[in-house]
């Protein structure tokens, strides 16, 4: 008898303690739950196995990556209600050891592993990071992580982002607009806060596939060095400049950001390229740009931030984005970032928060994945085509619910007599 849909039910709610908010389908073709919901499909045993020996986010997304469980009807509404059962019940093996006092729990711990079959660890999928945690953000890994997320195919990244080629949050107009507008008017906006003219010298920090250097050279006359630590990124922007015709305005260059020594620039621009800097060296990174710019030069940058934590020295960095996304990467508050880049020497001059444009983005991103499924999973494998589809999908919902944020930070190398540069009037490039 096909039962194995309400066992899991039944077994998932004693283990919980609250009822399951979405329908399940079990490797036997059954199903238990509310008929309107969208549907958790667990393929296979191995799908409890892995949420057994590793429970919480890590688990989930071990099982999500290599096909053990997957999300059928609207996808955000199933993450949705199932991230208060697993993304934010905050458990770690403290919690969970005192979870397991509970006889109810016991129970349930093991009626999943008798359903599960024979509770041997099964081996993480191979587009899992696996490497130490010491020394962070040296020269070396950085590089290392920047090529796990970057390297995997210019092709892959066409399907997702589409002809911008903009690894960013874009700037919308209107929900209805084109993505290729919004990522325009993103660019433009970044160029007209820097009140870019003909002759600068911009430095493009991360400036990923070149948009942004294309961009500020053939619209606005500067000459820019843009600068990435992705090999294939820096081949196809190089590409692209020639395309343009702009290879004596445009130089880009494989190198870190902490070589560039050939200032001072008239503007820099980092456009989410920060949070893979770490809160360790973040300070160094503002100081570095700010030795980097011409007294009165501006800096935009453009950056994903985090709620505050009550209690900063808590805070860790999240195992699915750092296991398979973007490894060693790190969010801060925005009233860190804006404190660090002060005590670098900087003037802060605006902050403009644009938090729901990077749903709308993702949203589209995703809709480039799933109409061209099959190509992508082509490019890169099944595996890592999940890894996207899942953090993508799970950043909307973040986004939305103002979890984490996104912002755009002037700030200026003001001169020591004071004369920023500013108009009166601020956010003029509205």
Known sequence: MADAALRLKSLFEQLLGTPIPVRIRA????????????????????ALRRLLWKPGELGMARAWVAGDLDIEGDLYAGLDRMSALVWERGEDARTLAQALRDPEVRSAVRGLVKLGGLPLPPAPPPEEVRRSRAHLHTKRTDKRAISHHYDVGN?????????????????????????EDAQRDKLELICRKLELTPGQRLLDVGCGWGSMAIH??????VSVVGVTLSQEQAAYARKRVAEEGLTDKVEIRVQDYRDVTDGPYDAISSVGMAEHVGTERYLEYARDLFALLKPGGRLLNHQIARRPWQDESAYDIDEFIDAYVFPDGELAPIGTTVTQLESAGFEVRDVEAIREHYALTLRRWVANLESEWRRAVGIVGAGRARVWRLYMAASVLGFERNRIGVNQVLAVRTPEQGDSGMPLRARTWN
Request: one cysteine or more; hydrophobic letters at 35%.
């Open 216 to 221: 500020a050279a053939r619209e606005y006359g």
């Open 27 to 46: 490797w036997d073709g059954s199903e238990a739950g509310p008929p309107d919901a969208p549907t958790l499909v667990v393929r296979n045993r191995r």
């Open 155 to 179: 092709e892959f990244y066409e399907i997702v982002l589409g002809p911008s080629m903009v690894y960013s949050c874009a700037y919308w107009d209107s929900p209805d607009g084109t993505l």
